[in-house]
């Protein structure tokens, strides 16, 4: 079993940062993709940026250039910052894990104030 915690969701204004965090724990494949997936009120989950473990990237059009995944292997986290914030990010924000099976973070709140 594997556990998602995420960390550093808030309010912020439009035109600001913030550096989300996930930490992964528990039986972890060592060749996995860990992520990031949003989700605004009466709106689908989708998803925002992605990373394998080999370090490949991958996000939706509409953050490239604003926002940043990394990750640290040897800590099993995962962040995201997010800059130039527009009130159209504001969502519930998921971490997620491949590998082998697929697991959820509960969900971090962001909110973008105009």
């Known amino acids: 079993q594997v556990q998602l915690v995420e960390s550093g969701g808030g309010l912020v204004q439009a035109g600001g940062s913030l550096r989300l965090s996930c930490v992964a724990s528990?039986?972890?494949?060592?060749?996995?993709?860990m992520g990031w997936y949003r989700q605004a009120p009466g709106k689908q989950r989708e998803l925002v940026a992605s990373?394998?473990?080999?370090?490949?990237?991958n996000y939706a059009d509409s953050v490239k250039g604003r926002f940043t995944a990394s990750r640290d292997n040897a800590k099993n986290t995962v962040y995201l910052q997010m800059n130039s914030l527009k009130p159209e990010d504001t969502a519930v924000y998921y971490c997620?894990?491949?590998?082998?099976?697929?697991?959820w973070g509960k969900g971090t709140l962001v909110t973008v104030s105009s």
């Open positions: 997620n894990l491949r590998g082998g099976r697929e697991y």
């Open positions: 528990g039986s972890i494949t060592s060749i996995n993709v």
């Open positions: 990373i394998t473990s080999g370090g490949k990237l």
